[in-house]
Every structure is written in C-alpha cells, then in structure tokens.
Nanobody, 124 residues
Framework: QGQLIESGGGLVQTGGSLRLSCAASGRTFSSYTIGWFRQGPEKEREFVAGITRGGTTRYYADSVKGRFAISRDNAKNTVYLQMNSLKPEDTAVYSC?????????????????WGQGTQVTVSS
C-alpha cells in the first residue's frame, strides 16, 4: 500500500508565497484525482483545490481562487499547490488526498487516501 506525503509547509508573512508538494508512492498515481484540503485552528476541514487525473481540469474553492494554483507531474508522482498572496486566514494544516471513484470532488468522502498534512502558518 502506498503513501501520500506532503511537504513545503512553513511560516511566511502576509503576502508571501509557499509551494506545497504531495508525493505519492506505490500507486498508479495518474489514475487518481488529487485534492488539497486544509483544517485551521478550531475549524472544519475544507476543500482548497483539486486536479483531475490528466491535469485537464483544475478547480478551486472561492476563497483561494486567483491566489492558489494546483498542478501535477505524473512522471514524478507529485502534485503541487502554489500559494501566493497568503493571508493569516490561510493558516492551517494542509493535506492532500487521492480519489479513484471521482472525476472532480470537493468532499472528504470523495477521496480514498490521505496524507498526514503539513503546517502552513501566515503571520500578520
């Protein structure tokens, strides 16, 4: 059984940028839609961005549209989340998830496998 491993989190000032990576092993990576979710302090987990198997369709939560960009490199079994113009309200643990049953999905139940998450903290 493979894994999803996130990296790239850290502490950044308001207006700064970070690029998160989600690396997969042990799976047919290109068969999965990949989603990024986040959970802030005392908040529910929420959808951030998703990308379909071949990368044809990319979709975002309204709160990050125009600031975040999701991409994938199937040859490297990796999905990226470029986060620009970061705000304090973007502070959260960011997790990636893989779903084989869906084309696009925004709910946690749409996804089958999850990473452990990486912390993103945006200071004001």
């Amino acid at each position: 059984q493979g894994q999803l491993i996130e990296s790239g989190g850290g502490l950044v000032q308001t207006g700064g940028s970070l690029r998160l990576s989600c690396a997969a092993s042990g799976r047919t990576f290109s068969s999965y839609t990949i989603g990024w979710f986040r959970q802030g302090p005392e908040k529910e987990r929420e959808f951030v961005a998703g990308i379909t198997r071949g990368g044809t369709t990319r979709y975002y939560a309204d709160s990050v549209k125009g600031r975040f960009a999701i991409s994938r490199d199937n040859a490297k079994n990796t999905v990226y989340l470029q986060m620009n113009s970061l705000k304090p309200e973007d502070t959260a643990v960011y997790s990636c998830a893989a779903g084989i049953r869906i084309y696009t999905g925004r709910y946690t139940s749409d996804f089958d496998y999850w990473g452990q998450g990486t912390q993103v903290t945006v200071s004001s």
